[in-house]
Every structure is written in C-alpha cells, then in structure tokens.
C-alpha cells in the first residue's frame, strides 16, 4: 500500500510540472522589413525597404509580449540607363529630349525616373551628331554613388543652302580722289537663316579692284583700270552651316565724258604748296591718253600717256618763264582731242 501512494504521487508531480512548462512561455522570431518606398516604370513596378526589423514575441498564459529591433539593410544601386533612341532635330531647333529615362537597379529591376540634360556640348547651328549627358533625380531609397548618368545622342539635320543672292545696286561713279567707294549691299534669300557671310569668290575675273566688308561691297583699288566700264564679279554666299552660294554679278562704272571735263587754264608753281602743277586727273580712266604741252614758238616741252603724272612747269630740269602755254590732249579710246592755252604764273 505505501508503494503504490508514493508512485501515485510522483506522477501527479511530474505531470504538474510539465503543465506549467508548457504554459509558462512560448518564444517566437519573426522579421519584417519596413518600407522604403515603390517605383514605377512600364515594365512593372517594385517596393523598395531601407532596413530590416526583426520581433521577438514572449507568450504565457497571461498574454504575449513583441519586441523589435532595427538592422541594417543596403540601399538598391543604380546599375545602368536603358539605351535612347537617337533624337533628330531640324537645324538651328531645339531638341525635344525625353524628360525621364528607365535605371536599371542592382536588385534588377527597372525603373522610370527625371532627367536633367546637359546641352552645353550641343551646337544646333552645325550640322552633325552630338552626345549629351544627364544627371539622374532619384527618390532617397535609391543609391547613385558610382554617379551614372543618362546619355543621348543627337543628330543636327543639315541645313538647306541659301536660294539665291542680289545686289541692291549695281554702279557707281568713278571719282580721282576716292578710291574706297561703296557700291551696293548684299541681300541674301535664305528662309532658314538670317547670318551670311558673301565674299569675293577669288581673284578671278574683276574681283581685284572690289572688296566686300560686311556684305557690302566697295570699289577699293587705286588701279584707275584706264578704259573699262563694265567690271564682271563672282562671289560666294557662306552659310552657318558651311553651305556655299556662288553667283556672277556685273557692276557699271560711270565717267565723266571728255567733252565735259574740266581743264583749268592757270597754275602757279612757285613754291607755295597750292596750285604747284597742272594735270587733269579724270583722265586717268580712259584708255591710250596723249597730253603734250608746246611753248609759244612750237616746242613741245612736255608729254606724258599717264594722266596721273602731273607738268610743274620746268623743261629738262630748269623752271620756264611765266608765261602763256599751249596744251593737246587726245583720247584714242574714243578719238576725241581738245586743245587749250595754259598761264604759267610765280605770283
């Protein structure tokens, strides 16, 4: 009897015990990250945690008890942009350029975000290809340390060469004294653009008595070019884009006739500075000119077929004596002569 009661008992023990074991306390882990955010893009969408929380749960039979903690978790990385598509634009236009661009991440996803370009390499008034680049607007869950940067190609189309070119006016008058004499300007027909350059198309035909300064042309020679009236031109129309527009211009040259020149019948050379020598100098633009001065009794004591040489009143180095002169001159281009009677006087 008394060994069955102490059996009974420690069962009853035993049992007690474990009931308490069991419902003293159940432990539990769990994890759970925290949100970072989500991205969006046409291939899907992802969410993004910056961190990682991990629960220790206590249970008895009075209730349960959770407790967190915070460990580290690495941002997602820019990896690479998706490859753009070549954008084309007109000459001298602004490109439309796509104001966001798709990532892709290390964790491999893809997503769409804002770009700012940089168009500082881009020249839109000469054709050819350009590469810009762009900086990346990213939310704060996303890491661009290694600084990856979009990048687009554009292509500058070429620009239509000019249509045509004219020249408000085609003559001028030939003066003795001046020679840098305007002429004319230059307009160009360009729809595309307004800024040309025109220049004389080398040295050839007339071009060398002419010079053009900002798309104006002159007369800018010394060369009186004896007998000439009509003055042929080529010159070339420069784009910005290095289009090129050759055209023939003719340009006039009036004169003075021979009949209408005139030719002073007095000169004083006597060391005064004024009036030392005599000449007609609008001569100098007509072709084969003969001027001979004679003395009262016949003899010739000047000649000279160049205008601009000028008498001064000596003979064979010596001064001749006040006096009355006699003068021919002839101009073979048109077979025209005048004579007149010339005062040389000291006063």
Known sequence: MGLERNSNHKWKVYLTFLGLLVSFSSVAQESSHTAGGDGASSTGSVAFSIGQVVYTTHSTGLGSEAQGVQQRYDLVKVKSVFELALVQTNWGTDPILPSKVNVLLSEGQAVQVSVTWNKSTLNIFARGTYTLQGDLTLPNYIDNAAQVRAQIRVQVLPKPAPLDVTLNN??????????FIPVGDFVVTDPVDKIHVVSLNGPGYDNQYFE??????????????AGKESFTLI???????GNTLDKFFEIRRTRAAFSALSISNTFTPNGDEVNESWGVPELRFFEKVRIQIYDRGGLRIFYTENPDIRW??????????????????????TGEMRRGVLNLIKK
């Open 235 to 241: 010159i070339r129309v420069t784009d910005r884009d």
């Open 170 to 179: 085609n003559s001028f008058e030939a003066n003795k004294n001046n020679f």
């Open 312 to 333: 001064d009143g000596t003979h064979n180095g010596k001064e001749l004596p006040v006096g009355t002169y006699y003068w021919t001159i002839e101009v073979m281009e």
């Open 212 to 225: 053009i300064k900002n798309n104006i042309l002159f007369w800018s020679s010394a060369d009186p070019a």
